[in-house]
Nanobody
Framework: QVQLVESGGGLVQPGGSLRLSCAAS????????MDWYCQAPGKPRELVAT???????NYADSVKGRFTISRDNAKSTVYLQMNSLKPEDTAVYYC???????WGQGTQVTVSS
């Protein structure tokens, strides 16, 4: 059974950085597109970034130039490097595997002074 476990969230000041990790197990993760989503209080879950098995990436306009998604297929892990964080980035961040619609438990990111 596929499991996705996120880590790396926390409290950071505006302008700071965080690196989220998503460790996958239980499936042929390396062949699939992986996504990061975020959900702020009272708002719907939104797509943040996507990476294909070959490493092609796509980003929401709000994070372009600040966030970088990457993957290490040998470790079955996807990363989200978040730089120049803003208070509006505050949300729970979820890792997602599209085939089968698997979700991680989420990790809280809070950007506040």
């Amino acid at each position: 059974q596929v499991q996705l476990v996120e880590s790396g969230g926390g409290l950071v000041q505006p302008g700071g950085s965080l690196r989220l990790s998503c460790a996958a197990s239980g499936g042929f993760f390396n062949f699939y597109i992986m996504d990061w989503y975020c959900q702020a209080p009272g708002k719907p879950r939104e797509l943040v970034a996507t990476i294909t098995s070959g490493g092609n990436t796509n980003y929401a306009d709000s994070v372009k130039g600040r966030f970088t998604i990457s993957r290490d297929n040998a470790k079955s892990t996807v990363y989200l490097q978040m730089n120049s964080l803003k208070p509006e980035d505050t949300a729970v961040y979820y890792c997602h595997l599209a085939p089968g619609n698997y979700w991680g438990q989420g990790t809280q990111v809070t950007v506040s002074s």
